[in-house]
């Protein structure tokens, strides 16, 4: 006997322009989910799988949170779903669980929508005990996100933007280095976002030795190692971020190939996303 599970959406709530939040019901995933993990979702038969980090997870009802920016073609067709539509397919959790349960002081660093995969790596240090410090980046005052839910997660919260519009104007590098020269009794630091500024974050830690979590969710495509999409190479060894990772410790990880690696293909996406295939002209993407 076939059980068909509906993935319906109970929740979307529009974060800023471009990034969204949707609550789904998806109940074996989320009585198994833990900080770190993702799912890889599919709109309807016609849709391409992609994988999303788990934002959030309550398993007393039965629910899971993907925040999304909408970047490509898949997801923006997810943003067409409202509340009451569901999803073909929702598969995981998936990735390794982040290890966070033996610190007592971390700071934790996202930068954009890195801030929505950090976020539940501070909730998770916030109940083990941890004394959190929480410093997100991003390039105005417009795109800030989860202020409200970070500031529920962790002790201290500082938020910079490049152009100052919200009054603070720096990068996270600025913060974090102020709080590494004042004091240095910190035993991690997690950091999620753009990859230059995990790299810029791991750079700086390295001078203090202090323990850095990188996720490398953001070069995931196929979330299961077969694509090879999302390998990094880390301690000079091959590792794939869907099934090595996501969370890498950040002073092994070569910043500089993947990097490069990540921009070779900017220019296909783009025309990827804005083509229109007219053979596909009677068919519903809505």
Known sequence: MVCDIVYEIL???????????????????????????????????????????????????????IIYQKVGKTTMRLDNKEVGDSLLDVVGPLGKASELGSYKKAIVVGGGVGCAISYPQAKELYKNGCKVEFIAGFRNESLIILQDEIQKVSNTLDVVTDDGSNGRKGLVTDILKNKLELNNDYDLVVTVGPLPMMKAVCDLTKKYNIKTIVSMNPIMIDGTGMCGGCRVTVGGKVRFACVDGPDFDGHDVDFEEIIKRNNMHKSQEIADREHYCRLMRGVNYV
């Open 11 to 65: 929740e979307k709530v529009k974060l800023n322009d471009n990034v969204s939040k949707m609550v789904i019901s998806a109940p074996l995933i989320a009585r198994k989910a833990a900080a770190g993990q993702f799912l890889i979702i599919r709109i309807d038969k016609l849709g391409e799988r992609i994988p999303l980090t788990i934002a959030d997870y309550d398993s007393e009802n039965d629910t899971v949170t």
